[in-house]
């Protein structure tokens, strides 16, 4: 049941907010949320920062996700 919900576990991600992104590692999804290992916080007009530890994300804050390909 629900087989397609860890098709993008342990992939790499870019997790999409309205104000902005995380890409990392999806390593877990915990009820309602989400972590990412390895991440960094990209921000419109700002560099690329990385993330020590791991970030934890509410799904309900999540507008869209991106599997990275390949």
Known sequence: MFWWRRTA???RVVVNLSDKAFAGALWAKR???LVLRDAVL????AADTP???EVV???S????????GG
């Open 9 to 11: 576990l342990r992939k």
């Open 31 to 33: 009820g309602p949320l």
């Open 42 to 45: 990209m921000q419109h007009g």
């Open 51 to 53: 993330m020590d530890g």
């Open 57 to 59: 994300i509410e799904r």
């Open 61 to 68: 804050r999540v507008e869209f996700i991106q599997v990275a």
